[in-house]
């Protein structure tokens, strides 16, 4: 039997290309059973006509299902459902529908749910002003060379590499860039037995939390600060002080004498992109000589010192192993990428490493071994040498725009990075802000979620230009300051 040709269609919601969308539709037909095995499929050219697209896309698409055993090719009479097809096994049910008879509240024994998170929409890219923070612009990253880096970490001489369970170890090449090329730039010197690859900065923060604190310890972080670390510490259990940050960063004075670790984000203040002077960063090193405490640094957006030059890292001006360092790809490759790297003195990385083992093994080889070829190959600097240049122009149109309007900037003495902190008039909150631009088509981030106490964050809101092009910046700008105008 022919499968009628109004069976097949393309399903506008997938988003693949062409060809997968080919794949996708006769597989899920075989697999649900709509296709049986030995029905007919229509010629390449049929299908093509049918669908609106090239034969060849057809052609192809049929070569991968025959590969995969889909369907089978016979001679000059066409193509046919396979009949060793894939199938999806079937289970019936004997007992009904299941209820869920479980006393959750009393099962649960530790609860991880209700942690004060910064919330992104799923659909942010649909908004035609997003001044949202931390994604990735398409129109920047390169595409090309990623895709390149990718097929070579599956070809056949690097599959053992990426394919292999590397246990407790990192990816070879990964951590040789790191040591030679990314942490000198820092002023980092660092053996390999020195650093350890994580699934992003927020999991290097959640490891170095787990095995520094404990009950009995006092962490000390930024308020404003990063949320992700604030739900770290609570996790870890640990005693939190939260200390303000002003113009130069973390207030020094604040710290209290029972200081065990020290939480900060020298480059880029998350979130008033604060960069911390070089004097009180050699004074926080004193400091934690004098009073026997560790420091975790965050350095956060240093890529993106396009205004001045970077300073040196806190970990490069340690003379006695008190900083463990944390870097990341996420922020300047893709936030899906989910990839960073912590460097701490050899114990350190030996429980860190045990950790990981125990949670995750270790980050995905395919992808280290991608990230260590984009890297070697000078892709990630032309990158980041694209973004800067980029962000330079939004940030001054952006600016300009502010001015214009007359908005009023809470951060300050910034090298670069990728956002503005913002503050309301006094009588505006800016959750309510929040979502008056949002029904015109912006979106900006409130910023109760960095506070300790969020009430302390009702009038601040940040705004960045990461994923907007510079065009559109104007008209979002005004469609802020209308509103504060209007609330």
Known sequence: MSIPIDTFFLDPKFEGT?????????????????????????????????????RITVTLAYSELVSDDYLIAKGRSGYYVSPTAPQRTRFE????????????????????????????????RSYPYPFIYGQADEKIFDHSNWRQCALQALGKREFEAVTADSYERDDAELIKYIALNTLPRRGIQAKPEQILITMG????????????????????????????????????????????????????????????????????????????????????LEMAGRHDFLIVE??????????????????????EGRVIYVGSFSKS????????????????????????????????????????????????DALVARMGQTYRRRRE????????????????????????????????????????????????????????????GNRYYRIAYSSIDSARIPAGIDIIADAIERL
């Open 93 to 124: 049910s004997f007992a009904g529908e299941a209820s869920d008879s479980v006393d959750w509240s009393r099962a649960i024994a530790q609860r991880y749910s209700g942690q004060v998170l910064v919330e992104k929409p799923v659909d942010w």
């Open 333 to 380: 490759l893709f936030p899906g990428l989910r990839l960073g790297y912590i460097v701490g003195s050899e114990t350190f990385i030996r429980e860190a490493r045990a950790l990981r083992m125990v949670v995750v093994r270790h980050p995905p080889g395919h992808l280290q071994r991608t990230v260590a070829n984009f890297l070697s190959l000078g892709h990630f």
């Open 201 to 284: 900065g927020q999991n290097a923060l959640w490891m170095a939390a787990q095995v520094l604190l404990n009950q009995r310890r006092t962490a000390v972080m930024e308020n404003p600060g990063y949320p992700g670390l604030r739900a770290a510490l609570n996790l870890a259990r640990c005693n939190v002080v939260n200390v303000p940050v002003d113009h130069s960063g973390m207030c020094l004075d604040s710290l209290p004498a029972e200081t065990d670790v020290v939480f900060t984000t020298p480059s880029h203040h998350c979130p008033t992109s604060v960069t911390m002077p070089l004097e009180r960063r050699q004074e926080l």
């Open 298 to 319: 965050d350095d956060y957006e240093f890529e993106m010192s396009f205004l001045h030059p970077p300073a040196p890292a806190l970990k490069s001006l340690d003379e």
């Open 18 to 54: 062409l060809q997968q969308k080919i794949q996708r539709m006769i597989s899920e037909g075989v697999l649900s059973g709509r296709f049986i095995p030995g029905a007919k499929l229509p010629s390449s050219r049929k299908l093509a006509t049918h669908l609106g697209i090239s």
């Open 397 to 456: 149109v952006m600016q300009e725009a502010i001015d214009r309007r007359g908005l009023q900037i809470a951060g300050a003495d910034v090298s670069g990075g990728s956002s503005f902190w913002m503050q309301t008039p006094e009588s505006t909150d800016a959750r309510a802000l929040t979502m008056a631009v949002r029904e015109r088509g912006a979106l900006i981030e409130p910023g109760h979620f960095f506070f300790a106490n969020p009430q302390d």
